[in-house]
């Protein structure tokens, strides 16, 4: 599920329902395997007894065909894949996890984990120096400034 395009001078629409869920999927796994199945997810969330859901259903909500689920759902899903439940129904909380759960899926590429590994132990001075030449080489690219990350980032239960 795509996210909406920003709209030039206003902020960009809330994502839907469907693109949280489907945010979710894409980032919150492994780095040694793709994203849950459906199966995976509702036999997770049935096991727990948080609520009762069918795959069906998790494929639903995901792809934006039902958009009405129970708070117990909701809840179920925030809980199976490690982020508040306010996710799905604070707009601010949402983009503030969306911007941790970003930087988690890009900690799966191994120059940038081995990069942030390097970095450990640098003074503040030379961690600036060091970000202000990764932004540099991101303007060079094209590439969007990276977002400021506060918190962290959530994990998944098993």
Do not use: C
């Not at 199945?37 to 795959?55: C, H, K, L, M, Y």
Request: aromatic fraction near 8%.
């Amino acid at each position: 599920m795509a996210r909406k395009p920003k709209t030039e001078g206003q902020p960009p629409p809330p994502p839907s329902l469907a693109d949280k869920i489907d945010h979710l999927f894409r980032t919150i796994h492994s780095r040694d395997r793709g994203e849950y199945t459906f199966e995976e997810v509702a036999d997770a969330i049935n096991q727990r007894g948080a609520a009762t859901i069918s795959p069906t259903y998790v494929w639903q909500l995901r792809k934006g065909l039902r958009d009405n689920p129970t708070k117990r759902h909701l809840e179920a899903l925030a809980e199976f894949f490690g982020v508040n439940p306010s996710y799905f129904f604070d707009d601010e909380a949402a983009r503030r996890i969306d911007s941790e759960l970003d930087l988690l899926a890009s900690l799966r590429d191994s120059g940038v984990r081995q990069l942030a590994l390097r970095a450990f132990g640098l003074s503040p001075e030379t961690l600036s120096s060091i970000t202000q030449m990764v932004e540099r080489a991101r303007d060079l690219e094209g590439l969007a400034a990276a977002r400021p990350r506060r918190g962290r980032p959530a994990r998944p239960y098993r």
